[in-house]
């Protein structure tokens, strides 16, 4: 038997793993994918979570593979107009202690699994179909689709918004329907359109729309991520192949903006579902027993504040302060310790999960709330765009 079992072996799982590999444990992550996509999807990370980074020991790593930007800027696509803006840059690093990255998620995963490669105690199983959990007074039993059972004392599930471990454990389900649509692309910083995008990330409201761009990587590509109100009946996976005619429509009345002819240098897009989200509330729908979910198995939450990742690692970081206070001459308590650690983030992860909602709407907004809101911009921009109380020390 095994002290931890963790399903799944993406950003939550590997640095939940990485929290724990220094600690006299023997670790086993269960992963249902032989092999991860290298498509270009880009992840913002905030100072909260470079922080956590560099209390892993892997922030020199992931700056040697990250932009970072030099602002935020935030414009009206209807008049095609500047609203406001924030430095980044030094300014972060200044004033919260730690940079804020651009990256692709392909090179902050590789980064985090080659951390793990030569941990004698952490073992990486892959292509692993999970049938079902037994959880009994002592152990916990991973069962696969082959009739093997794997033994562990504690089970972290990490397994991604449609979790199996949450479907099993856990009456509550926090993800809702298909609510709307985003579109991405990646584009290579080789053409002469490029220049005047490649430092700031860029935000552009629109009507019923809104759109993304940052730098990702040593070579400053652009991501470009486009969310619409779209609905898509038809079940469809993180990464769908489309066609930028699916959602050309929404830029096509603005045909001299900045956004508008950066999205039309390439046809070759990407789509994915955004689901509802409700913000969980209670340790228990967090933590049951032996038994915690991390990540987007344990909070979900839309990407209007970028803090998915953040967020993911956050809970790695908290899981990494309270085995440092655990006795390792004794069983481990893991129900205490999951307990705790779920106490110590709902309140945090609520508020994050709503400000990504709340900003969902106000991107998209129309109309008098339009004015309103560009008003309240031009005249606070800074203030309102600088999420102190997301990005200052954790406790």
């Not at 892993?56 to 609203?83: A, E, T």
């Not at 590789?110 to 152990?139: A, H, P, W, Y």
């Not at 991520?225 to 769908?240: E, L, R, Y």
């Not at 340790?283 to 939450?301: C, F, K, V």
């Amino acid at each position: 038997m095994h002290d931890i079992s963790i399903i799944g072996a993406g950003i939550s799982g590997l640095s939940s793993a990485i929290a724990l590999k220094n600690f006299p444990l023997q670790i086993k992550i269960f992963e249902k994918n032989k092999t991860f996509s290298t498509l270009g999807a880009g992840i913002q990370l905030g100072p909260n979570g470079t922080r956590v980074l560099s209390s892993l020991g892997l922030l020199d790593s992931i700056i040697k593979k990250s932009s970072q930007p030099r602002r935020l800027n935030v414009f009206d696509i209807q008049k095609n107009k500047y609203l406001c803006g924030m430095k980044l840059g030094s300014n972060t690093v200044n004033k919260y202690g730690f940079p804020y990255l651009t990256i692709l998620r392909s090179d902050l995963h590789s980064t985090l699994q080659k951390n793990l490669d030569k941990c004698k105690n952490v073992e990486v199983i892959r292509g692993f179909e999970m049938d079902g959990l037994e959880v009994l007074k002592d152990r916990i039993s991973v069962i696969d689709k082959k009739g093997g059972n794997f033994d562990s004392r504690a089970l972290i599930g990490s397994d991604g918004i449609h979790s199996i471990v949450r479907k099993l454990q856990f009456k509550n389900d926090s993800v809702g329907a298909n609510q709307s649509t985003a579109y991405r692309t990646l584009i290579k910083n080789d053409c002469k359109s490029i220049s005047k995008h490649s430092k700031d990330i860029k935000i552009w409201f629109g009507n019923a729309f809104h759109a993304i761009t940052y730098p990702v990587g040593i070579n400053n590509d652009i991501n470009v991520v486009v969310v619409t109100k779209q609905i898509h009946h038809n079940d469809f996976g993180w990464s769908n192949p489309c066609h930028l005619n699916e959602f050309f429509s929404f830029f096509s009345p603005y045909p001299n903006s900045e956004i508008t002819k950066l999205i039309s240098v390439t046809s070759e897009w990407y789509k994915w579902p955004i689901f509802g989200c409700r913000p969980i509330k209670r340790t228990n729908e967090m933590t049951r027993g032996s038994i915690i979910l991390l990540g987007d198995a344990a909070h979900y939450m839309k990407p209007h504040l970028a803090q998915g990742a953040s967020m993911a690692l956050e809970d790695s970081y908290q899981l990494l302060n309270f085995l440092k206070c655990s006795k390792f001459n004794k069983q481990i308590k893991w129900n205490n310790i999951f307990f705790d650690i779920s106490k110590k983030r709902i309140r945090r992860i609520h508020a994050v999960q709503k400000k990504s909602i709340y900003n969902g709407y106000i991107f998209q907004w129309s109309g008098i709330l339009r004015l309103l809101r560009n008003f309240l911009l031009r005249v606070f921009g800074e203030s309102i765009l600088d999420q102190k109380w997301l990005f200052k020390q954790l406790h």
